[in-house]
């Protein structure tokens, strides 16, 4: 995963036109300055997107990390208070037994 500067490290080298691109785009023509704002406009345009979607995807994966450990938590929570609510349940067995127990001794 690129960093934010890491990104624009990237943007800036993909905007940097190979030597090949140079000579083509360097070319004495009549219409050099609207050739160089073509090639450059659109590099530009996908770098900037590049760097949109790439900030968009850390911000998501960071969205998906968060939600992955509060579910675990939220599962670990669950856990507990199942077990709790077994405990209770064998606790208020145990005291109604008793209860039980001491009516029968009672009624004798």
Same mark, same amino acid.
């Given at each position: 995963?690129?960093?934010?500067? $890491? ?16 000579? @083509? ?23 900037? $997107? ?6 968009? #995807? ?11 450990? #509060? ?13 709790? @609510? ?5 606790? #208020?067995? $145990?005291?109604?037994?008793?209860? @039980? @127990? ?7």
């Amino acid at each position: 995963m690129l960093a934010g500067h $890491e990104v624009e490290a990237a943007a800036e080298e993909a905007m940097r036109p190979s030597a090949r691109e140079s000579s @083509r785009i360097l070319a004495p023509t009549e219409n050099l300055g609207v050739k160089r704002r073509h090639a450059f406009g659109g590099k530009r345009s996908a770098v900037d $997107e590049l760097v949109r979607k790439t900030q968009t #995807l850390e911000k998501s994966e960071a969205a998906r990390r968060a939600d992955e450990e #509060l579910l675990g938590r939220l599962q670990l929570q669950c856990k507990e208070l199942r077990a709790q @609510r077994a405990a209770a349940k064998v606790q #208020l067995a $145990e005291v109604e037994d008793h209860n @039980r @127990r001491a009516a029968d001794c009672m009624l004798e």
